[in-house]
Each structure stands twice: as C-alpha cells, then as structure tokens.
Nanobody
Framework: QVQLVESGGGLVQAGGSLRLSCAASGRAFSMYDMAWFRQAPGKEREFVAAIRWSGGSTYYADSVKGRFTISRDNAKNTVYLQMNSLKPEDTAVYYC????????????????WGQGTQVTVSS
C-alpha cells in the first residue's frame, strides 16, 4: 500500500488553471500506475486521467482531453494534474489513486486513495 496526499485545489474562475499535486509515501511509488478521479455532489466518482508507472502512457476522459495533463516525477514520489481552460462542470473533489496495474482505469482497479482536494470553478 502507498499513502497519498493531494494538494493544490481551490477556487478559480472559468477559463483559469490549477495544478494538483499528489505526494506519495513509500519506496515503491515508481512501480505504481497512478490516476486522478473526481466526484461532484450527487454524482458518482468518475475517471479523469491516468499514467503508467514509467510515465510512458497516459489516458484521459473525453471530457478533459486537450485541457488536462497528467504527469509524474518518480524521483519526487509525486503525480500532477495540470488543469487548463477550467469549466464550471469541472467542479468536484479530486482524488489521487494508485494501482499496481490496471487493465482499464476504473475505480475498482485502484487500491490506494488520497483524501481528496476540492476544486471549484466559478462561472
């Protein structure tokens, strides 16, 4: 298991940008596939973006493709989510998650979760 702590959330106007960070504890971070999910009030948790342990492959939900970028720094045990051109519908609690390996990036494939960070986009 790896412990995850998200940061970087906040309030931003539509069209603005935020960068979320997820700091992981444990020496095996570089062996985990990582992802970001989000959950808006009254809605189910949904996949946002994922990155393989090597950083060689990334995956995005259609709703964020072209606006969000996931990256990682294995030397710093950190994964990032750069969010540009934010929209009010991006408002949600964003969660970082770790998986030893996923076939498709669904929540069930990820065994470690952070506590979440709130992102609010005003119109």
């Amino acid at each position: 298991q790896v412990q995850l702590v998200e940061s970087g959330g906040g309030l931003v106007q539509a069209g603005g940008s935020l960068r979320l960070s997820c700091a992981a504890s444990g020496r095996a971070f570089s062996m985990y596939d990582m992802a970001w999910f989000r959950q808006a009030p009254g809605k189910e948790r949904e996949f946002v973006a994922a990155i393989r342990w090597s950083g060689g492959s990334t995956y995005y939900a259609d709703s964020v493709k072209g606006r969000f970028t996931i990256s990682r720094d294995n030397a710093k045990n950190t994964v990032y989510l750069q969010m540009n051109s934010l929209k009010p519908e991006d408002t949600a609690v964003y969660y970082c998650a770790a998986s030893q390996s996923f076939a498709t990036p669904t929540a069930a494939d990820f065994g470690s979760w952070g506590q979440g960070t709130q992102v609010t986009v005003s119109s």
